[in-house]
């Protein structure tokens, strides 16, 4: 039990660093402007709808808070890494 508390801790921090990252980089890309801004913020809007459907139904079924959080950063990270090229 104290295991999933200091995971799902671990997570939510890690998680909150990793998205600030990626809005800062989001950030500076919108400020460019042009087709790569653009297509950025559509982007943004379309992936927080469905990351917050997948984590409904995630936890509407039984996943535990820390599955989600796990699930979350994974999608975090993957935009930090493609924000970073």
Do not use: P
């Amino acid at each position: 039990m104290y295991m999933n508390w200091m995971k799902l801790s671990w997570n939510m921090g890690m998680l909150a660093l990793e998205s600030q990252k990626v809005i800062a980089l989001r950030l500076a890309k919108l400020s460019i402007g042009g087709k790569g801004g653009s297509q950025e913020a559509t982007d943004m809007v379309s992936e927080k709808v469905a990351a917050a459907g997948q984590a409904a139904v995630s936890l509407a079924t039984g996943r535990s808070a820390v599955a989600v959080t796990k699930q979350y950063r994974k999608k975090v990270r993957s935009n930090l890494r493609r924000l970073r090229k």
